[in-house]
């Protein structure tokens, strides 16, 4: 699934988004908003990850996701 789809369906796909990354708390689902860019900050700041590992992690779980 693209970004734009992801973004679309963010609110429907909580459950999904939330047991892949179980430290996120509303608030950051909600800033998150299904944007990538978002996503990937939030990796980076909550993990540690480096800007290439969160990216890689995100397309991941865009690829995961149903259509």
Known sequence: MNWDQIAGKW????????????????????????IKDELVGWLQKQYGHSKEDAD????????????
């Open 11 to 34: 609110k429907e796909m909580k459950g999904s988004v939330r047991s892949k990354w179980a430290d996120m708390t509303d608030s950051d689902f909600e800033k998150i908003g299904g």
């Open 56 to 67: 890689r992690e995100a397309d991941d779980f865009s690829r995961g996701v149903e259509h």
